[in-house]
Nanobody, 123 residues
Framework: QVQLVESGGGLVQAGGSLRLSCAASGRTFSMYFMGWFRQAPGKEREFVAAIGWSASNTYLADSVKGRFTISRDNAKNTGYLQMNSLKPEDTASYYC????????????????WGQGTQVTVSS
């Protein structure tokens, strides 16, 4: 089992940047595929980004391509989501998640979830 804790959320103006962190504890972090999801009020949780075990493969939702970057440092048991050129529509609670197998973009494939961190982008 792995425990995940997100940090780095906050309030930022449109066009600004934030870097979210996801600290993992428990079983070996490098065993897990890691993803970031977000959920805005009244909306379903949606895929944002994912990264493979060795960080050689990354996946991004079309809505964040060119603005967000996902990375991980297995030595530090930490994953990151660098968010640049933020827009008001990026406002949501952001969750990191971990899985062994299954789909990359499906919430149901992820076994472990953090508690979320709020990102608010003002216009």
């Amino acid at each position: 089992q792995v425990q995940l804790v997100e940090s780095g959320g906050g309030l930022v103006q449109a066009g600004g940047s934030l870097r979210l962190s996801c600290a993992a504890s428990g079983r070996t972090f490098s065993m897990y595929f890691m993803g970031w999801f977000r959920q805005a009020p009244g909306k379903e949780r949606e895929f944002v980004a994912a990264i493979g075990w060795s960080a050689s493969n990354t996946y991004l939702a079309d809505s964040v391509k060119g603005r967000f970057t996902i990375s991980r440092d297995n030595a530090k048991n930490t994953g990151y989501l660098q968010m640049n050129s933020l827009k008001p529509e990026d406002t949501a609670s952001y969750y990191c998640a971990a899985k062994i197998g299954g789909g990359i973009r499906d919430t149901i494939s992820y076994n472990y979830w953090g508690q979320g961190t709020q990102v608010t982008v003002s216009s």
